[in-house]
């Protein structure tokens, strides 16, 4: 999901905590609003005015970042909606550089401009993510849905390189690129040759329910078959679905579940509401009117998870298991 977690580090740390509850890593998404309108997009349902108003204000997200930091959070990912759509968002991030944490941006690219670029180049994230669907103008546009969105992501990657700074291709494989996805990873692994610092790619193919609980955007989906036949066709994929499989077997036989969501992961969606991760909004608790300490300690391990089953009610491996809903945001 983000930097840290799949790290060498990252297992040491957790072999250390022996089990104990802690908020290493938090995904938050800063906002719904955004300058495109993806076909996939789960939070574009609450891109309107009338949501964008019940957003946190900076004051507020300061507050939670406070108690976050006090609590021991090394990690936090920034996300959206497209968090570079929010006029503070250099404000946002600046404050948690300054708090220490390891920050991450899950970004579209497409408003990255040269500010931006030479505040991150003076004041580095661990990762920026950027979401790339497509690898021409058509097929990309396709899927944003924003004309002119092509020619601005790939402005923003070149401002990214030009700064060597760390950064992260990834694609959400669905009906519409299902034909594309190798080719854009060639693309990415093009760059990494082409001078600069290597960038990074990830595939994924997990497509949600929008928040407002509709469910249209799975005629994007791509079949288990689709998926399968994709990560079998090149090597860097099927070695990484083996690694993710094997992770997620061992945790199940630790009994973590698929994941550490409430366990040393939190969520919290741009209206300040703590939950266990962004696939999972079950239940929440509010920022707004509660401190961080009591929802992650007090209420996170209270609340429920289908995903959670005994080792012995899932398939273990099944495709269905691996493509729960609470891995990483594929969009920015
Ligand atoms: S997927 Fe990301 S870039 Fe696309 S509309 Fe949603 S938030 Fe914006
Ligand atoms: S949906 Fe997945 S990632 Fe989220 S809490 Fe449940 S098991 Fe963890």
Same mark, same amino acid.
């Given at each position: 999901?983000?930097?840290?977690?799949?790290?060498?580090?990252?297992?040491?740390?957790?072999?250390? =905590?022996? $089990?104990? +509850?802690?908020?290493?890593?938090?995904?938050?998404? /800063? !906002?719904?609003?955004?300058?495109?309108?993806? #076909?996939?997009?789960?939070?574009?349902?609450?891109?309107?005015?009338?949501?964008?108003?019940?957003?946190?204000?900076?004051?507020?997200?300061?507050?939670?970042?406070?108690?976050?930091?006090?609590?021991?959070?090394?990690?936090?990912?920034?996300?959206?909606?497209?968090?570079?759509?929010?006029?503070?968002?250099?404000?946002?991030?600046?404050?948690?550089?300054?708090?220490?944490?390891?920050?991450?941006?899950?970004?579209?690219?497409?408003?990255?401009?040269?500010?931006?670029?030479?505040?991150?180049?003076?004041?580095?994230?661990?990762?920026?993510?950027?979401?790339?669907?497509?690898?021409?103008?058509?097929?990309?546009?396709?899927?944003?849905?924003?004309?002119?969105?092509?020619?601005?992501? =790939?402005? $923003?990657? +070149?401002?990214?390189?030009?700064?060597?700074?760390? /950064? !992260?291709?990834?694609?959400?494989?669905?009906? #519409?690129?299902?034909?594309?996805?190798?080719?854009?990873?060639?693309?990415?692994?093009?760059?990494?040759?082409?001078?600069?610092?290597?960038?990074?790619?990830?595939?994924?193919?997990?497509?949600?329910?929008?928040?407002?609980?509709?469910?249209?955007?799975?005629?994007?989906?791509?079949?288990?078959?689709?998926?399968?036949?994709?990560?079998?066709?090149?090597?860097?994929?099927?070695?990484?679905?083996?690694?993710?499989?094997?992770?997620?077997?061992?945790?199940?036989?630790?009994?973590?579940?698929?994941?550490?969501?409430?366990?040393?992961?939190?969520?919290?969606?741009?209206?300040?509401?703590?939950?266990?991760?962004?696939?999972?909004?079950?239940?929440?608790?509010?920022?707004?009117?509660?401190?961080?300490?009591?929802?992650?300690?007090?209420?996170?391990?209270?609340?429920?998870?289908?995903?959670?089953?005994?080792?012995?009610?899932?398939?273990?491996?099944?495709?269905?298991?691996?493509?729960?809903?609470?891995?990483?945001?594929?969009?920015?």
């Amino acid at each position: 999901m983000t930097t840290l977690q799949d790290t060498e580090f990252s297992r040491q740390f957790s072999a250390k =905590l022996a $089990g104990r +509850r802690f908020p290493f890593s938090g995904q938050w998404e /800063l !906002t719904c609003r955004c300058n495109l309108r993806c #076909v996939m997009c789960y939070t574009d349902c609450f891109n309107t005015p009338d949501m964008i108003r019940q957003e946190l204000s900076l004051a507020e997200i300061i507050r939670i970042m406070d108690e976050i930091q006090e609590e021991g959070c090394l990690e936090l990912c920034l996300t959206g909606g497209e968090p570079l759509a929010r006029r503070d968002f250099l404000d946002v991030y600046t404050y948690a550089k300054e708090k220490g944490f390891l920050v991450t941006v899950f970004t579209n690219g497409t408003l990255i401009t040269e500010a931006i670029a030479n505040h991150w180049f003076r004041c580095p994230p661990s990762m920026i993510e950027i979401s790339f669907h497509g690898l021409t103008r058509e097929s990309f546009e396709r899927i944003t849905q924003g004309p002119g969105s092509y020619e601005r992501c =790939l402005e $923003g990657i +070149r401002l990214i390189r030009e700064r060597n700074l760390p /950064l !992260t291709l990834k694609t959400t494989g669905m009906t #519409v690129n299902r034909d594309e996805v190798l080719k854009i990873k060639n693309f990415v692994e093009y760059l990494g040759t082409a001078g600069g610092k290597k960038v990074h790619y990830k595939f994924g193919a997990e497509i949600r329910s929008r928040l407002d609980g509709s469910e249209n955007v799975y005629q994007h989906q791509l079949s288990a078959e689709e998926i399968d036949k994709i990560e079998r066709a090149d090597e860097d994929f099927w070695v990484e679905r083996r690694r993710q499989d094997r992770l997620s077997a061992q945790r199940q036989l630790r009994g973590e579940g698929l994941c550490g969501g409430g366990h040393n992961k939190f969520h919290i969606d741009a209206y300040g509401q703590l939950q266990l991760c962004s696939g999972n909004r079950r239940q929440s608790y509010d920022l707004r009117h509660g401190s961080f300490q009591e929802g992650f300690y007090r209420f996170l391990p209270r609340f429920p998870c289908p995903y959670r089953q005994p080792l012995a009610q899932q398939e273990l491996l099944s495709i269905e298991t691996r493509r729960h809903p609470g891995t990483a945001k594929e969009g920015a």
